[in-house]
């Protein structure tokens, strides 16, 4: 079998310094300038690796878009406000928000759009989508980029695209996850030679009674830190959706997908997607702990029917011809469906707002 380019280059770099995390590992098969997976390519879409809910159909923006209005209206309509979306793949969210924030034109003309882009073949897709709108939009390549002042944040399988760490509870504490070559000369998972000083005391105490040999993934949660301490001090609220597990819990989440299918995480590096559940919990935590309210989680089937998925269906139906309608209803049961398909119970909606805000739209009934 022939090796990707990406695997010449990690062979060559634990030659020269032995096993490397499991993060490190991550965050070159993700973001590594010349061969990571997303800076190469547009993965997303039914001819991409695999589909997200703003390409499934136009009403998930769209609902996130009066969400956005909504909590902008909450803060005191304030005339400057940075709209700002991290990793925004083809741009469709913004597009459809955008779109849908015309029914308050107020919030149009306060805001500025902010996205937050690492990968420039992600950044020609955006500005190709979001080329048409009269809306000043600016491109960074970091949250702490995005100038001073309020804030609404929206991030919709972002994080999970996130590199983790991954450890192994053994008896003498936790141990480093690492990838190595092992003796048949493959890629391959082992652990570190010395266990991670206090490590234990870290984490929550569900995690700490583990089994032995269980092991837990994490993420240094630097961006929830961030967002937390410019809704805290400057005003606003961010919205965060994606799969995950409401708390901390040990068990390996991270998974390769390509073509719409699994595959090997160290078959291909490079060439396919790697994520990890997203643990709310400890997002919840980091935000909470730069003083923002934390509304939810809840699953993003309860947080879009709240948001009004089915008004919004029947609206669209009502235009459409009953072939075409017959489209609207798949694509509202794929986003708020349970089982295999489904994303509605998988998926969660977690907001970080300013508490002076009180309650937000979606998170209460
Ligand atoms: N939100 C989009 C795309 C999700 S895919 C949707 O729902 O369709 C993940 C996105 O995050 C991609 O745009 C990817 O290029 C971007 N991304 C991944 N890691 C990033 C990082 N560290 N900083 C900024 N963007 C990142």
Redesign the pocket.
């Known amino acids: 079998m022939t090796m990707t380019p990406l695997e010449t280059e990690i062979r060559r770099r634990i030659a020269l310094a032995g096993p490397m995390p499991v993060r490190q590992y991550m965050t070159l098969c993700?973001?590594d300038p010349k061969h990571g997976y997303?800076m190469t390519r547009d993965?997303?879409g039914r001819a991409g690796d695999f589909i997200?809910?703003?390409?499934i159909s136009q009403m998930f923006g769209e609902l996130i878009g009066l969400w956005c209005a909504a909590v902008w209206h909450a803060m005191g309509r304030p005339e400057n406000v940075r709209l700002v979306?991290?990793?925004?793949?083809?741009g469709?969210?913004m597009q459809d928000a955008l779109r849908a924030a015309q029914v308050m034109p107020a919030f149009r003309t306060a805001l500025v759009a902010h996205l937050?882009?690492?990968?420039p073949a992600?950044r020609r897709r955006q500005q190709e989508t979001l080329r048409t709108l009269d809306v000043p939009m600016l491109w960074h390549?970091?949250f702490d980029e995005v100038p001073d002042g309020p804030v609404i944040v929206i991030?919709?399988?972002?994080f999970d695209?996130?590199p983790v760490h991954q450890a192994v509870k053994q008896i003498n504490g936790w141990y480093e996850r690492t990838v190595g070559i092992d003796h048949a000369d493959n890629l391959a998972f082992s652990i570190a030679d010395e266990p991670i000083p206090l490590f234990d005391q870290l984490l929550p105490q569900q995690v700490r009674d583990a089994p032995l040999g269980a092991l837990f993934e994490w993420r240094p949660d630097n961006i929830a830190l961030q967002i937390g301490r410019r809704v805290a001090r400057q005003g606003g609220a961010a919205l965060v959706i994606d799969y995950g597990h409401t708390e901390s819990a040990p068990g390996e989440t991270l998974q390769a997908v390509g073509r719409h299918g699994f595959a090997d995480p160290l078959g291909t590096p490079g060439e396919v997607d790697l994520t990890a559940h997203v643990d709310f919990q400890a997002l919840a935590l980091a935000a909470e702990s730069m003083g923002v309210r934390v509304h939810g989680p809840l699953e993003q089937a309860e947080f879009l029917r709240r948001m009004g998925i089915e008004r919004r269906a029947a609206a669209l139906k009502a235009n459409l011809s009953a072939e075409q309608a017959i489209g609207i209803d798949v694509a509202a049961a794929r986003l708020t469906g349970e089982g295999r398909t489904g994303m509605g119970k998988m998926f969660k909606a977690v907001a970080f707002a300013d508490p002076k805000l009180g309650a937000l739209p979606g998170f209460v009934r």
């Open positions: 993700l973001a997303y993965p997303l997200t809910a703003p390409e979306e991290l990793g925004p793949g083809r469709t969210l937050i882009e690492i990968s992600l390549n970091s991030a919709n399988e972002f695209a996130l």
